[in-house]
């Protein structure tokens, strides 16, 4: 069912962000409206990061030549992977959006997201 959703809703954003694209300019978009745009973009890159890390996964449990070394992951946890790793492109655009996306706050984000990701590693609950 989680899959049906991610599948669905990373379409749609697809869809709805490409409309946007070609209809509206950005200069005469509202606020609200720009907001709008990252909100999709973090759907599309989530449902797709979801994606990725499943199947990278998948394929990384199979050529594990030991059984012992498998580790199954989810796609629940996969997409809380990806949601957190999807936030990473959001924030780098937002910032760059306001002209402050230099190294140093492209290392701050790397940073935020390396915390997160082992963060969710060490959960057993998930």
């Not at 973090?42 to 990725?52: D, E, M, P």
């Not at 989810?74 to 999807?86: D, P």
Request: charged fraction near 10%; charge should be positive; glycine fraction near 6%.
């Amino acid at each position: 069912m989680l899959g049906k959703v991610l599948a669905l809703s990373s379409l749609a954003a697809f869809v709805l962000l490409s409309a946007l694209m070609q209809s509206v300019s950005p200069a005469s978009m509202h606020p609200l409206g720009i907001l709008f745009v990252f909100v999709l973009i973090y759907v599309l890159a989530s449902g797709v990061l979801t994606f990725f890390v499943f199947v990278l996964s998948k394929t990384l449990r199979k050529l594990a030549r030991r059984p012992y070394q498998r580790q199954h992951v989810t796609l629940k946890r996969s997409y809380i992977y990806g949601s957190v790793l999807a936030l990473a492109p959001v924030l780098i655009l937002g910032m760059r959006s306001i002209g402050r996306a230099g190294v140093y706050e492209v290392v701050l984000v790397v940073i935020f997201e390396v915390i997160a990701c082992l963060y969710i590693a060490k959960q057993r609950s998930l």
